[in-house]
C-alpha cells in the first residue's frame, strides 16, 4: 500500500483495525512528519488516532504520553538520518523504534507513569509527577 493509500484508508476508517499495528503507528508519524510541520503533523496523527479507536469501538483506547513520546522520537530521529530517507530505511536504522514490549518508552518513563490515568489523558514529560 503506498503513503497516499494508507493515509487515505486510515483517515477514512477503511483500514482494518487488525491491519493497523505499532509499526503501522510509527509509519503514519512519519508520513505525518513528511507532510507537515511537527505540530501540524502532531494534531493530525493524534486527532486521526482518537478517531480511529472510536471508530473501532475502543474510544478509551488512545494514550497521549505514549503517542506523544513515540511522536517526538520519530521526529528527533528522522533529523538524525539522511534528506529523503525511506520509512524501511528509518526503520531499519532505528528497530528499537518498531518494538512494543518491551518498549522504548521504557527508557524514559516508570511503568506507574505510563499507567496512570493522568498520562493516558495529557502528555507527562518523562520522570513526571504521575
Known sequence: MTDDEFVRAFEGCTLPNSAFHHRDHVRLAWIYLRRHPALEALARFTEGLRRFAAFNGHPGLYHE?????????????????PEGETFEELAARN????AWKPSILDRYYDPETLQSERARRVFVMPGGIQ
Not at 504520553?65 to 538520518?81: K, P, Q, S, V
Not at 528497530?95 to 518498531?98: E, N, Q, S, T, V
Open 65 to 81: 504520553t505514549i503517542t506523544w513520546a513515540y511522536f517526538f522520537l520519530i521526529h528527533e530521529r528522522m533529523a538524525d538520518g
Open 95 to 98: 528497530p528499537d523504534l518498531l
